[in-house]
């Protein structure tokens, strides 16, 4: 389905949706984030990007699985704490992030469907906002096969064509956000439709930075396992995990019980991000590691996201969102590391 919505009436639109949970990106302390409201003037669409992904909402960074109490020594009573039963709203979902969680789909819906993720992920709409200009100068969506208004993994895409929305639906979930509000969206014109072809192909042409030849990394990265190329590449790292906890597509988790009381013992299972670049994280319970190393750790991150996840789903495990080099503390640029992974040797 294919509308356009006037800027002034999308708190309208939003006061229709108040019976769903509401969240909008905020700027709070120099950072932009996913924060929940009941303000419908709150929603905006005008942002660069956010430190964290709406991947934070789907998958939060710490949840309780179970509560326990074992008051009866030997027969604990346990308690399954599910999601809660409430539908849910992203406005301003880059198509970046949006098709990341097409990525966690996967890992999170395979042999093994995680309840706690697909609760959140069935009963959430995601509503995009095209990137008609890049949020940040490190994005490169174009060169992982996605686009600045990918589709992927939304309900709703929003463009900004100046005093309106094009709003384009995908999903059954997506027409019911705007039967819910129906007399607000009109049919777009010629023009409008004019406008949004413009806007798209110059949106593609303001994403500067870019990987060459992609198709030849995966290959290389097979015959690089041992190289001492990532020594020298990890030298600077320190360890800090920024890159992984802030990438949209990383999945990886602990699960920790939380003792509250000793007497009688009562606890909650939790389970938190976890990430490839902690030293613990392979550490087994003998005292050997098998990634021992700040080496070790940058290979794993650049080896699942360019090789093992393309051998296993056929795609990149990164969107070109960005954030990993943008916020990495000392600079250790992603696309660098795979220009030179690319030309190593050549
Ligand atoms: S953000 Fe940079 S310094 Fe921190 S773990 Fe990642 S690569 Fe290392
Ligand atoms: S690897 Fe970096 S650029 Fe790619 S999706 Fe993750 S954070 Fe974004």
């Keep these: 389905m294919q509308k356009v ?193 413009k806007i798209r192909i110059d949106s593609k042409k303001k994403i500067k930075r870019q990987i060459k030849n992609i198709k030849k990394i995966p290959p290389k990265l097979k015959e690089m396992f041992d190289s001492p190329f990532w020594d020298e590449e990890s030298m600077s790292c320190l360890r800090c995990g920024i890159c992984t906890y802030l990438c949209p597509t990383c999945h990886c988790f602990d699960i920790n019980d939380e003792i509250t009381s000793s007497s009688p013992i009562k606890g909650k299972r939790i389970r938190t991000w976890d990430t490839c670049q902690f030293p613990d994280f392979t550490m087994h319970s003998s005292g050997h590691n098998p990634r021992p190393d700040k080496a070790s750790r940058l290979r794993q991150r650049i080896l699942h996201k360019f090789l093992y996840f393309v051998d296993r789903y056929q795609n990149y495990q990164c969107t070109g969102c960005g954030r990993c080099i943008s916020l990495c503390p000392v600079g250790i640029d992603l696309l660098e590391v795979l220009d030179k992974v690319r030309d190593y040797g050549s």
Excluded at 11 to 37: G, R
Excluded at 72 to 82: A, F, S
Excluded at 96 to 124: E, H, M, P, S
């Design 5 to 197: 919505l006037t800027k002034k009436s999308l708190p309208q639109w939003v006061k229709k949706l108040l019976s769903y949970t509401i969240y909008t990106p905020v700027e709070e302390d120099d950072h932009w984030n996913f924060v929940a409201t009941d303000n419908p003037e709150d929603i905006n669409l005008d942002y660069p990007l956010t430190t964290l992904s709406p991947k934070k909402i789907i998958f939060p960074q710490r949840e309780i699985f179970l509560e326990f109490c074992d008051s009866t020594e030997g027969n604990p009573e346990v308690k399954e704490v599910l999601p809660a039963e409430k539908s849910a709203v992203i406005f301003g979902v880059r198509p970046c992030d949006a098709k990341a969680l097409t990525f966690t789909d996967k890992v999170f819906g395979g042999d093994f469907k995680d309840i706690y993720y697909w609760k959140r992920r069935n009963q959430t709409t995601l509503v995009g906002i095209s990137c008609n200009t890049p949020p940040y100068t490190n994005c490169f969506c174009v060169s992982v096969n996605g686009s600045p208004y990918s589709k992927e993994g939304l309900d709703i895409l929003l463009t900004d064509l100046g005093d309106k929305y094009f709003v384009e639906t995908y999903t059954k979930k997506g027409e019911k956000l705007l039967n819910l509000a129906k007399g607000l969206f009109k049919s777009p014109t010629a023009k409008d439709k004019k406008d949004l072809e």
